[in-house]
């Protein structure tokens, strides 16, 4: 069965900066793109970033220039490097791993989150 294990989460002040990592096993983590997403209390999930397998990213307009994302293929780990951090990136983080090529069965798999909370 195929897990993504998030960590790294946690409290933090506005201003700070925090790392996500996410484990993948079983899976061909090499060919899959792999993103986080959030989910704010009464909100819906939003992208957060993503990193294609040829490592080209992507990230919203809300966290371009604090947020970055990379990817560990020898590991099958992926990271999220938050810095300057505000109260609004509070919310909990998911890990995801898609792939939808045709050389193997597609897959769409989700972490069971991380709590990341941004407060004085």
């Known amino acids: 069965q195929v897990q993504l294990v998030e960590s790294g989460g946690g409290l933090v002040q506005p201003g700070g900066s925090l790392r996500l990592s996410c484990a993948a096993s079983r899976i061909i983590f090499s060919i899959y793109t792999m993103g986080w997403y959030r989910q704010a209390p009464g909100k819906q999930r939003e992208l957060v970033a993503t990193i294609t397998s040829g490592s080209s990213t992507n990230y919203p307009d809300s966290v371009k220039g604090r947020f970055a994302i990379s990817r560990d293929n020898a590991k099958n780990t992926v990271y999220l490097q938050m810095n300057d951090l505000k109260p609004e990136d509070t919310a909990v983080y998911y890990c995801?791993?898609?792939?939808?090529?045709?050389?193997?069965?597609?897959?769409?798999?989700w972490g069971q989150g991380i709590q990341v909370t941004v407060s004085s």
């Open positions: 995801n791993a898609r792939y939808s090529g045709s050389l193997f069965s597609p897959g769409d798999y």
